[in-house]
């Protein structure tokens, strides 16, 4: 008798169903991916305000920080820092002790989701190890911002924990709060501004 393979299906709106332990390309769709992050609370939903902070709103601002600091970059890897967080659409925030406990099997998870997303929209399954570095600096950027604008934590703890960011890299900057409905077309619009940058070049032959 021929043993079952383990599947974990999820359905999403769009009626694609995704088989979390082997992803493909073609089971994913731009528009689940923004619904879904926009539904999802940072720091546990443990954030001030009227409206959770959603990952998609930090996936929007760690692209807005990587763009500031890398602005004659390939558009490409705008793209990539606006879906540096992607996979959790399916698999959720877990804050950092969690998935420290949780193992390597969650981050494997993480990958799988992430390489197929990344094939998905043009991206190479592995990013650039300097690009790569460059977004998780922002990322730790958004989220001292998060921690001492929203989170509860005071400017020294968020020092500590995250990196003082110095008087220039925020300038501007703020935490925004808003309806998932908004947060969710703010995401696509940015995906869609940066879609036409990565056509305009190859267009351009670059």
């Not at 089971?27 to 992050?37: K, V, Y």
């Not at 009227?50 to 705008?78: G, K, M, N, T």
């Not at 925004?176 to 990565?198: G, K, M, N, V, W």
Request: hydrophobic content about 45%; some cysteine; aromatic content about 8%.
């Amino acid at each position: 008798m021929a043993v079952k393979s383990k599947r974990a299906w999820q359905r999403m709106l769009s009626g694609r169903r995704l088989d979390l332990l082997d992803p493909t390309p073609v089971d994913i769709e731009i528009e689940d991916i923004a619904h879904g992050l926009a539904f999802v609370a940072r720091w546990n939903g443990q954030t001030m305000g009227d409206w959770a902070y959603s990952v998609a709103e930090h996936s929007i601002l760690v692209e807005e920080i990587f763009s500031r600091r890398q602005p004659d970059c390939d558009p490409r890897w705008r793209l990539a820092a606006l879906l540096h967080d992607a996979p959790e659409y399916v698999i959720g925030d877990m804050i950092s002790p969690v998935k420290a406990a949780l193992g390597v099997e969650y981050g494997q998870m993480d990958e799988r989701i992430a390489a197929a997303i990344h094939q998905r929209f043009g991206l190479p399954a592995r990013i650039p190890a300097p690009i790569k570095r460059a977004i998780k600096s922002a990322d730790r950027l958004s989220a001292w911002l998060e921690a001492v604008q929203i989170a509860g934590f005071s400017r020294t703890e968020a020092d500590r924990l995250f990196s003082s960011p110095g008087p220039d890299a925020l300038r501007d900057l703020s935490i925004r709060l808003r309806p998932p409905r908004e947060t969710r077309q703010a995401y696509l619009d940015r995906f869609a501004r940066i879609l036409s940058l990565i056509d305009a070049d190859r267009r351009s032959g670059k």
